[in-house]
């Protein structure tokens, strides 16, 4: 069974900087595509980042230019430095795994969430 945990969040001010973590306890399969969503109080819970394992990646317009995804897949993590961050920017973090994505038979593994703060 895949399991997803997430790290690395916590509370920053306003124009600093963090990365968050996303390590998974198994083999990540070659279709597997990785993803960070983020949910903030009284929002939906919106796709951040997400990454192929060939290494595409796609980000949210908010975020274009000030945060970065990559992957390790030797070491099955995924992760997300984030950058200038605003306090728009808080919410809870996600992980998430899509197992044969674009494919007849996927399947999402969810990481539970690291909260990311970030007030003055």
């Known amino acids: 069974q895949v399991q997803l945990v997430e790290s690395g969040g916590g509370l920053v001010q306003p124009g600093g900087s963090l990365r968050l973590s996303c390590a998974a306890s198994?083999?990540?399969?070659?279709?597997?595509?990785m993803g960070w969503y983020r949910q903030a109080p009284g929002k939906q819970r919106e796709l951040v980042a997400s990454?192929?394992?060939?290494?595409?990646?796609n980000y949210v317009d908010t975020v274009k230019g000030r945060f970065t995804i990559s992957r390790d897949n030797a070491k099955n993590t995924v992760y997300l430095q984030m950058s200038s961050l605003k306090p728009e920017d808080t919410a809870v973090y996600y992980c998430?795994?899509?197992?044969?994505?674009?494919?007849?038979?996927?399947?999402?593994?969810w990481g539970p969430g690291t909260q990311v703060t970030v007030s003055s």
């Open positions: 990454i192929t394992s060939g290494g595409s990646t």
């Open positions: 198994g083999s990540i399969f070659s279709s597997a595509v």
């Open positions: 998430k795994m899509t197992i044969g994505a674009g494919r007849p038979y996927s399947y999402d593994y």
